[in-house]
């Protein structure tokens, strides 16, 4: 399911919204499908449910899940990839950084592009090729 690494500099939660994020688009998890509940996930995770619930939170934020009162929290029906600036901008300066690394390792233009290609093929997202 999840995989969380506590020597990484990203914090605790945020592996935790990139892996369900993930794993709703590998397919892995659907529209409608419940969620464990916050305990239930911290203690599969050994991690504090406070983290959980913060990570829960953010995606609820962002309109990916939904909790419903008394019955659980749920993948969203209806996931919207909806543009976000403030998002575009931090999404923009973290693929910047990424570039340049890859520039400075050797890695050409060219082996990049097949790179996030090949990545975005594994995620599933080619059917959000707006070109087509």
Do not use: C, H, W
């Not at 892996?19 to 499908?33: R, Y």
């Not at 969620?35 to 990570?55: D, F, G």
């Not at 570039?99 to 082996?111: R, W």
Request: hydrophobic letters at 35%; glycine letters at 8%; charged letters at 30%.
């Amino acid at each position: 399911m999840i995989k969380v690494d506590p020597r990484s500099s990203t914090p605790i939660y945020e592996q935790i919204e990139l892996g369900i994020k993930e794993l709703i688009m590998k397919g892995a998890l659907k529209q409608g499908e419940k969620l464990p509940s916050v305990r239930e996930l911290a203690s599969m995770l050994t991690i504090n449910p406070n983290t959980i619930s913060k990570a829960y939170g953010e995606l609820e934020r962002e309109g990916i899940i939904e909790t419903l009162r008394g019955k659980g929290t749920f993948v969203s029906e209806n996931i919207e990839g909806k543009v976000d600036e403030r998002r575009m901008e931090e999404i923009s300066g973290s693929l910047k950084k990424i570039i340049l690394e890859a520039s400075y390792s050797g890695i050409t233009k060219e082996d990049f592009i097949d790179l996030t290609l090949k990545i975005f093929s594994q995620l599933g997202v080619d059917n959000n090729d707006k070109s087509k």
